[in-house]
Each structure stands twice: as C-alpha cells, then as structure tokens.
C-alpha cells in the first residue's frame, strides 16, 4: 500500500493538482469524526479553518460547532496551529513511498 506524507497540503492530491478548500474540509472531517485518525479537535479545527479560508462554507459551521466542544486554550492552539501552517506548511513537498 502506498503512503503518503505530506508536508504541504497546498500540494496534497494524488496526482499533480494542489489541494483546495474540499481535501482542508476532509481533512476536518477526518479528525473531527475519528475516521483513520483518532479525534482530535485542535487539528480538526485547524483544517476547517484552512479550508473557510479557501472558501468552503460547511468549513465555517463545523469550525463553530466544534469550538463550542473546546477550551479557549484549545481553539488558541488551533488557530496558531493554522498560522504556523499558513507560514511554514505552504513551502513543503508531498512525497510518495511504500508502505
């Protein structure tokens, strides 16, 4: 099976097209359900703020829902999580290897 790490989700896809606002928002659904990842709702958060920003409207209502399940610390974590990202995620490489 193949893995993928990604290092810059700008460039996530499998294939040659940049990620866009729906892998930030399955991302988020990801971590926010628990599906293939355990939950986690800094990073879940985190991820439907990327994709809010890039425009997806669900984005928005489930970064709510989920902030009203967290501490203050906790969205302040996400939301530095999503500058740090915005700042240094964007110049990294998707690289592909076995698993």
Known sequence: ?????????????LGAQPAGADTFFDLGMMYSSGRSVPVDYVS??????????HGNKDAFRLRREIAAEMTADEIAAAQRAARDWLRTGATGTVTRSAA
């Open 44 to 53: 879940a958060h985190k991820w439907f703020n990327l994709a809010a920003m």
């Open 1 to 13: 099976m193949a893995r993928f790490e990604i290092s810059d989700c700008d460039q996530a896809a």
